[in-house]
């Protein structure tokens, strides 16, 4: 168990637990947290977690965890860890079964006078387009050919079928289509998961938010994105479904070998890893590619039907409607990066699980756009409470491998929750707020209560005071969906 | 009911515990169904025939309930009740079973995924005991 003696203070908002902490770390522990959140974690496991990430082979600088961290399984929630290339470790653990998790912010120019007495349809036609809930069918049947073509090219699938433009492509991460993905690394069961459910939003936390911009912080960097006081956006996050899921269970069962195969000794089998030059890691690091291509067509067709919902609620009826992509980041992902450590410029495949790619301005793949304010990281909060749109900093390309936080983060079990929390009673209290609610589930909505999670707005001071992210608009919810 | 959910921030978790191995796949199942707010009693029987092999007995077991979830989100279908026919355990481990399912009419919540995390079969005054920890 590590306790507040263990931990040494960098600024009010950033701590180390040094290597020196547990023999077998072989790179410290970097906390991006206030006082108050990091004690918040000591009751769970969260930084047990990254001391256990923290033993991965071929790691460079250090585990870096941000604020909205919580216990997760094996590698912490708000996880970053990057091993060298080709030498060090993938593993898929460190990355999630939700592969390509992520959030897409589509900007429209409604505001919200005209939009208020219109938002009960826009939740109703949103919930009606974009399929939620347990296991849920899509919008979009895929043939087994299809599916490949969907692993290979992501988003740019959605374009050649007219599902997407050019600038909703160009405003997603890497373009909506990581190279290197191997569809035949794929296993036929996570293929057949994959194919029944593209288009859709699953269950859990995932979700679709109508926002309106509450305020503005950053007016150069929000108008670079289309964001305007008063005026309504939209939220999806989601990732890859079961594919991902599945993907990540196959990997994570064979290498549970693989790691003796290479004489790796971990503290957590959820750990288990490949080195990425091996044939399981290159196998692993094809199969990742390609799921998180699906994800990226996944949510370019939510976007779709969010547009189509959109449209039927308000041509006629308001000017500007149309929705705009203003980016589309992961958050659970692996990614070959270039990264300056300790003065060395390395290749290393930087791992987030829980953490938002937060690329500073000037960093390469940027549209042009977004080239001098940096990337927008999305950092959505629970029903009920603001999200934010930030941009990564050149501190964080220097202090966090170019990663931010990605929410709110959990504070309370599930069980708990579900205990404490009535769906139905939460609904109406959402609704007294004016947020319109449509959700499948009612358990399922009391354990994604506002109250189950950490206050955003405490997470976001602390990722802008410690200079890892800078302020650009908060969001306030109008309409949740969720399944 | 030999098993209890334990508090975990993000996911579900569960500590189960039985006589043996057999029992504690059999527990495990009906700790899945509790977890998810699943009764698969109605309807019409469907049996489904698993045959698996791990190499120890932490993967077995999620091996054994990854089929469950993948039954449960891919086919629509619960456990009713479980038959194991073979359960080997010298060298690698050998199950196969026959589960008796049926069409799941209301679920609360699928679980997406078994993980490792700190997976371990225990011995202990209860028989077996183990602390899954499952992805929702």
Redesign the interface.
Same mark, same amino acid.
């Given at each position: 168990m590590v306790g507040l003696q263990d931990l040494l203070r960098i600024s009010d908002y950033e701590w180390e637990i040094p290597q020196s902490f547990r023999h077998d770390m072989r790179v410290p522990v970097r906390i991006f947290a206030d006082r108050r959140l990091l004690e918040q974690v000591l009751g769970?496991k969260?930084l047990e977690q990254a001391v256990n990430a923290a033993t991965l082979p071929g790691l460079v600088g250090a585990v870096v965890v941000m604020p909205d961290m919580? #216990?997760?399984?094996?590698f912490p929630?708000g996880g970053v860890a990057a091993t060298e290339y080709p030498r060090g470790v993938v593993s898929p653990?460190a990355i999630g079964?939700?592969i390509n998790c992520g959030v897409r912010l589509l900007a429209s120019g409604v505001d919200l006078e005209a939009a208020e007495p219109h938002l009960d349809r826009l939740a109703t036609l949103l919930n009606l387009y974009c399929p939620s809930g347990?296991?849920k069918e899509g919008t979009v049947r895929v043939t087994v050919a299809e599916l490949e073509r969907v692993l290979r090219e992501g988003a740019r699938w959605a374009l050649k079928q007219g599902y997407a433009d050019e600038a909703d492509l160009a405003r997603t991460e890497e373009g909506g289509c990581l190279d290197g993905a191997n569809p035949a690394a794929v296993s036929e069961?996570a293929k057949?998961?994959g194919r &029944?459910q593209i288009g859709s939003l699953g269950?859990?936390n995932h979700f679709i938010e109508v926002d309106v911009v509450e305020q503005v912080f950053d007016a150069r960097a929000a108008a670079a994105m289309g964001l305007r006081a008063g005026c309504l956006c939209v939220q999806i996050h989601c990732g890859s479904r079961?594919l991902g899921? #599945?993907v990540?269970?196959d990997y994570? $069962?064979s290498f $549970?070998?693989a790691v003796r195969r290479y004489n790796i000794s971990l503290p957590?089998? &959820?750990l288990?890893c490949a080195p990425m030059d091996s044939p399981e890691g290159q196998a692993y690091l094809g199969a990742m590619r390609a799921v998180a291509n699906f994800a990226f067509a996944n949510r370019q067709l939510l976007a779709q039907s969010a547009r189509r919902a959109f449209e039927e609620t308000f041509a006629g009826k308001a000017t500007d409607w149309h929705l705009r992509q203003v980016y589309d980041i992961a958050h659970n992902m692996g990614k070959v990066e270039s990264h300056d450590v300790n003065g060395k410029r390395v290749k290393v495949c930087v791992h987030r699980k829980g953490a938002t790619r937060a690329f500073g301005p000037g960093a390469p793949g940027l549209p042009p756009e977004y080239r001098e304010i940096g990337q927008p990281v999305l950092v959505p909060g629970s029903m009920g409470t603001a999200s934010w749109v930030l941009v990564g900093t050149e501190q964080s390309m220097l202090r966090s491998f170019g990663s931010s936080c990605h929410g709110a983060g959990?504070?309370?079990?599930?069980?708990?929750a579900k205990h404490e929390i009535r769906g139905e009673e939460l609904r109406r209290d959402l609704e007294k707020q004016g947020i319109q609610v449509r959700a499948g589930?009612m358990?399922?909505l009391a354990?994604e209560a506002p109250q189950a999670y950490k206050d955003v707005d405490a997470v976001v001071e602390t990722v802008c005071a410690a200079g890892i992210a800078r302020k650009v608009a908060r969001l306030r919810p109008l309409a949740v969906i969720k399944g | 009911m030999p098993f209890e959910e334990l508090a975990h921030t993000a996911d579900w978790a569960v500590r189960v515990w039985s006589d043996d191995l057999q029992g504690l796949l059999a527990e495990s199942v009906r700790a899945v169904n509790a977890l998810s707010g699943l009764n698969p009693a109605a309807g019409p029987r469907l049996n489904r025939r698993l045959e698996l092999q791990a190499e120890d007995a932490e993967s077995l077991l999620v091996a054994f309930l990854s089929e469950i979830v993948y039954l449960m989100e891919q086919e629509n279908l619960g456990v009713r009740s479980l038959h194991i026919t073979r359960l080997e355990g010298d060298g690698p481990f050998r199950l196969e079973a026959e589960l008796e399912c049926a069409a799941v009419q209301a679920v609360h919540k699928l679980i997406k995924a078994v993980t490792y995390h700190n997976l371990q079969i225990r011995p202990t005054e209860r028989g077996l005991e183990v602390e899954i920890v499952f992805d929702v």
């Open positions: 769970d969260s919580h #216990q997760g399984y094996g929630i653990g079964y939700d347990v296991g069961r057949a998961r &029944e269950a859990g079961g899921h #599945q990540c269970t994570v $069962q $549970q070998s957590d089998r &959820e288990v959990r504070v309370m079990s599930r069980a708990k589930s358990p399922g354990e | -």
